[in-house]
């Protein structure tokens, strides 16, 4: 009887489709709860090299000089950028689950490729001193009801046992969405949109920002400044894809 109760209440906490190709899931035994093992086995994982300010891959053409072409042309004010996976297909369509239909619960699922970079690559989280993630604009969280990279952030500062702030850093103008704007135009749009609380919180600490996507790096760059004014050393941005 506790079993079928307990059963009946996964199938409502648990949908029965994988949350991106809509297929049947074959039960817990499929591993996660979520998504089905073809889609997971497909997501496109970032792979090195990387070029050393955003962390995506580098092409051939751009090996020499260690930076992407992007990376050459513009500054961005974080000291080094990673993103475990590419912002298409699977996590494309489980990101967007995440954000935009209220499907809070896929935090751990979408934390795992990054808990598993930071493993893989030796991100040196032993000198991080604080977790922040990249804060939404008070409208855009009373919309959305969550913040995404909140969720990302309290994943991975729970595993490696580090302190997450989202009192320091403030979005107090809202932005465009960025989607549909171009590289210069995304520049503009969040420039000095960041402000940091409590100035001394932040001095000399070291700081992994996290968020949801890297596209052209100029949220995590204006947060980052902000951060680096308040007297941060170094930070770092971690976000799922770019
Ligand atoms: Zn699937
Ligand atoms: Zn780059």
Sequence with gaps: M???IIGGLADIIYPKRCLACKAPL???ASGDHYVCSKCWGEIKKNVPPFCSRCGRHLKKNNLAKNVCSGCARSE????????PTLY???IKKLLHEFKYKGKDYLGATLTKPMLEFITEYRLPMEYMDLVIPVPLHNSKLREREFNQ???LGSHIAREYKKEIRLDLLVRHRNTLTQTNLETGERLKNVKNCFSVTDGTAV???N???VDDVLTTG??????ALALKNAGAGIVFALTLAN
Excluded: Q
């Design 88 to 90: 298409e297909g699977t």
């Design 203 to 205: 001095t000399g600490k």
């Design 76 to 83: 961005l004010h974080f000291d080094r950028a990673f993103s």
């Design 207 to 209: 700081i992994l920002l």
């Design 149 to 151: 990279a909140h969720i």
């Design 2 to 4: 506790l079993r079928k």
């Design 26 to 28: 074959a039960g817990a």
């Design 218 to 223: 100029a949220t995590c760059s204006e947060a």
